[in-house]
């Protein structure tokens, strides 16, 4: 106690000679009124360790001081203590604890943004637009994304109930999910009607370029040539940028991708496609829909303003803000959003989204407000959001073929490849003109 005492008092002393010095220095008005606002924190996390009923833990005290700081900035920023930042490492590589499921803040609830492929939250039943109201029976209001991400991980075998808010729900309704070791296959492929690819990515992560060329090279190589692809980024959350600008250059021999915008000129960056070795002219319809956020987004936006691919579902979740993770010096890590991005077009992706070019809803997800409909919340919905700035997992994961829905119990997938098919009729009509 007097240790961790003499240590904010040693704080507060140093900051109030600082601010007296730079004061005599000349120091600027902005810069006084900076060293005016870290006194005051420092008096009163002193007031804190001297006069709370409990004695407080001083690093504890720190982290949710810093906690609370990044949490009001935007519903993407978060301060990582050791361990949360250590599963964060280890989450981007594919392989974590847990249920599966992308969330963030709305009004203060969680969202479910999107579960991930073949994870216990898919495989409950968990959709975009669902608001988990309690964990374990605790209630969630409020709660941060991190305490959040706590509770929902832990041992594989292990259960967790959440209770989930649906529109159409008369009351939340109770999902007890078993974790599990969550390895995500990031990509997956497959042949239709034998003559048209379908390329899955759920999620973007390390690896995911190389897996998503494998499957293409696969397709390629058949002794019958695809006629067209199905590149189907629906309820894909998002990932790494650098992932999603490759998958992107896959299918583009020139021109720009996405670029950023951020305050600082390091934070201004532009990223170009690059001539294939592979040249891939057949045509593309792209499924998105209300959890396809981010780094789907980035891939959906270059595709179509370049008029390589139809676009076709709903519109997407409209995440255009890139973060960037910070580590710190005692293990721990902010993540703090750096900059906007931007579609070749000059469209900016935050709050709108991208719009299909083709309106067409997922089974369970049309407009009339049926019990099973997924609401799909946006950027925009999410309180705290950012404006435009502009007004206008194992090596062969690849190389297995992932199940597909049968395309009369997934119309979004059926109209793709009657797109598909007609485009390829127009084709042989035109030729034998």
């Known amino acids: 106690m007097h240790k961790h005492l003499s240590a904010v008092a040693a704080v507060a002393v140093a900051l109030c000679l600082f601010v007296a010095d730079g004061a005599r220095c000349g120091l600027s008005a902005k810069g006084y009124e900076n060293y005016e606002h870290?006194?005051?924190?420092?008096?009163?996390?002193?007031?804190?360790?001297?006069?709370?009923?409990?004695?407080?833990?001083?690093?504890?005290?720190?982290?949710?001081?810093?906690?609370?700081?990044?949490?009001?900035?935007?519903?993407?920023?978060?301060?990582?203590?050791?361990?949360?930042?250590?599963?964060?490492?280890?989450?981007?590589?594919?392989?974590?604890?847990?249920?599966?499921?992308?969330?963030?803040?709305?009004?203060?609830?969680?969202?479910?943004?999107?579960?991930?492929?073949?994870?216990?939250?898919?495989?409950?039943?968990?959709?975009?637009?669902?608001?988990?109201?309690?964990?374990?029976?605790?209630?969630?209001?409020?709660?941060?994304?991190?305490?959040?991400?706590?509770?929902?991980r832990g041992e594989p075998n292990t259960s967790v109930t959440i209770h989930i808010m649906r529109a159409g729900f008369a009351e939340p309704r109770a999902f007890t999910l078993i974790r599990d070791i969550i390895k995500i296959v990031s990509v997956r492929f497959n042949v239709i009607d034998e003559h048209y690819g379908y390329l899955r990515v759920?999620?973007?992560?390390?690896?995911?370029?190389?897996?998503?060329?494998?499957?293409?090279?696969?397709?390629?190589?058949?002794?019958?040539?695809?006629k067209g692809l199905i590149l189907d980024l629906r309820g894909d959350p998002g990932g790494l940028l650098d992932e999603a600008v490759k998958v992107a250059d896959e299918f583009l021999d020139e021109g720009l991708i996405v670029y950023t915008e951020g305050r600082l000129e390091s934070q201004n960056m532009q990223f170009f496609a690059r001539k294939n070795e592979t040249e891939r002219t057949y045509p593309m319809v792209v499924l998105v829909n209300g959890g396809s956020a981010s780094a789907s987004?980035?891939?959906?936006?270059?595709?179509?303003?370049?008029?390589?691919?139809?676009?076709?579902?709903?519109?997407?979740?409209?995440?255009?803000?890139?973060?960037?993770v910070i580590p710190l010096s005692d293990g721990s890590g902010l993540r703090i959003t750096t900059a906007r991005y931007f579609t070749p077009n000059r469209r900016s992706i935050q709050e709108k989204g991208i719009m299909p070019d083709i309106i067409v809803h997922d089974r369970g997800?049309?407009?009339?407000?049926?019990?099973?409909?997924?609401?799909?919340?946006?950027?925009?919905?999410?309180?705290?959001?950012?404006?435009?700035?502009?007004?206008?997992?194992?090596?062969?994961?690849?190389?297995?073929?992932?199940?597909?829905?049968?395309?009369?119990?997934?119309?979004?997938?059926?109209t793709a490849l009657t797109i598909l098919k007609s485009w390829h009729l127009m084709q042989h009509e035109t030729e034998a003109q």
């Open 297 to 324: 987004e980035i891939v959906a936006g270059a595709l179509q303003d370049h008029k390589r691919a139809i676009l076709a579902g709903t519109p997407t979740f409209g995440k255009g803000t890139v973060q960037t």
């Open 365 to 414: 997800d049309s407009p009339e407000g049926s019990e099973t409909n997924a609401t799909f919340i946006r950027e925009k919905d999410i309180v705290r959001e950012f404006k435009n700035g502009r007004d206008s997992s194992g090596e062969d994961d690849a190389e297995k073929a992932g199940d597909i829905v049968m395309q009369d119990a997934d119309p979004p997938l059926a």
């Open 202 to 226: 759920a999620q973007f992560q390390e690896n995911t370029a190389r897996d998503c060329r494998k499957a293409l090279q696969a397709l390629d190589d058949r002794q019958t040539a695809i």
């Open 38 to 152: 870290l006194k005051i924190f420092s008096d009163a996390l002193s007031l804190i360790q001297k006069n709370y009923v409990d004695e407080v833990d001083l690093q504890q005290a720190m982290y949710n001081a810093i906690e609370g700081m990044v949490s009001k900035l935007d519903p993407h920023s978060s301060f990582m203590p050791p361990e949360i930042y250590r599963e964060m490492e280890v989450e981007t590589k594919g392989k974590f604890g847990g249920l599966g499921i992308e969330i963030t803040l709305r009004d203060g609830l969680l969202t479910v943004v999107a579960p991930i492929d073949d994870t216990p939250a898919f495989r409950a039943g968990l959709k975009t637009g669902d608001h988990i109201v309690k964990i374990d029976g605790e209630p969630t209001k409020d709660m941060s994304l991190m305490d959040a991400v706590r509770k929902m």
